[in-house]
């Protein structure tokens, strides 16, 4: 067999193997920023984190251009600005690479794992839409402007590895929808009691 045709071979056995389309690698690459180093959104969410925890701003680590990837179905989240209404800023597990709509501004907690998510897409906070009923009980939507009772997470791992996170206000875990069709498919809700698959995230 020459290399060509092993080349073809492998591309074979690789589309075989991997149960999902691989997602490309982010182009633009986690960023740590230090305390008093970053823009005037994410150190209002350094302080805003170091109040609910008793900490000095000093020791509440942020990031951006952080990316969030579903184990369930390997896509990466994107914050849906593009569409109307309640579904405005939904998120799901639906890209195959990370572009603007799939960037994060998260702030925690080392000590408490208190957890605030800002989209870069458009600067607002990641909610918990806990008043909602039915299939949209739960969903994660960038559209807050200031943190409340939803815009409250709890995460137990920093950026850098595979992690889970749920409301802080129902110990509800957040999920990904991979079973829903349509509009609908990888919609993140924070309605699980336990972890699985779609409960698990890397960042």
């Known amino acids: 067999m020459n290399n060509g045709a092993r080349r073809a071979a492998?591309?074979?056995?690789?589309?075989?193997?991997?149960?999902?389309p691989a997602p490309a690698a982010p182009a633009v690459a986690t960023v740590p920023v230090a305390p008093g180093h970053g823009p005037p959104v994410l150190e209002r969410m350094r302080?805003?984190?170091?109040?609910?925890?008793?900490s000095a701003d000093a020791e509440v680590p942020c990031w951006r251009n952080i990316s969030i990837r579903s184990a369930?179905?390997?896509?990466?989240?994107?914050?849906?600005?593009?569409?109307?209404?309640?579904?405005y800023g939904a998120l799901r597990a639906r890209a195959t690479s990370a572009g603007p709509w799939?960037?994060?501004?998260?702030?925690?907690?080392?000590?408490?794992?208190?957890?605030?998510?800002?989209?870069?897409a458009n600067n607002d906070f990641v909610s918990a839409e806990l008043d909602y009923a039915g299939a949209k009980y739960g969903l994660l939507r960038a559209r807050a402007e200031r943190v409340g009772g939803?815009?409250?997470?709890?995460?137990?791992?920093?950026?850098?590895?595979?992690f889970?996170?749920?409301?802080?206000?129902?110990?509800?875990?957040?999920?990904?929808?991979?079973?829903?069709?349509?509009?609908?498919?990888?919609?993140?809700?924070?309605?699980?009691?336990?972890?699985?698959?779609?409960?698990?995230?890397?960042?």
């Open 47 to 54: 302080r805003d984190v170091a109040a609910a925890t008793g």
């Open 164 to 203: 889970s996170f749920y409301a802080r206000d129902t110990r509800r875990w957040v999920s990904a929808e991979v079973t829903f069709t349509g509009d609908a498919y990888g919609s993140l809700r924070a309605r699980a009691t336990q972890v699985g698959a779609e409960e698990t995230f890397s960042w």
């Open 102 to 120: 799939e960037r994060f501004i998260v702030c925690r907690g080392a000590g408490s794992g208190v957890t605030r998510i800002r989209a870069q």
């Open 10 to 20: 492998a591309v074979v056995m690789a589309a075989v193997l991997l149960p999902f």
């Open 150 to 162: 939803q815009e409250r997470f709890y995460s137990n791992r920093a950026p850098g590895g595979q």
């Open 72 to 87: 369930a179905n390997g896509r990466y989240v994107s914050a849906e600005i593009g569409r109307d209404g309640p579904d």
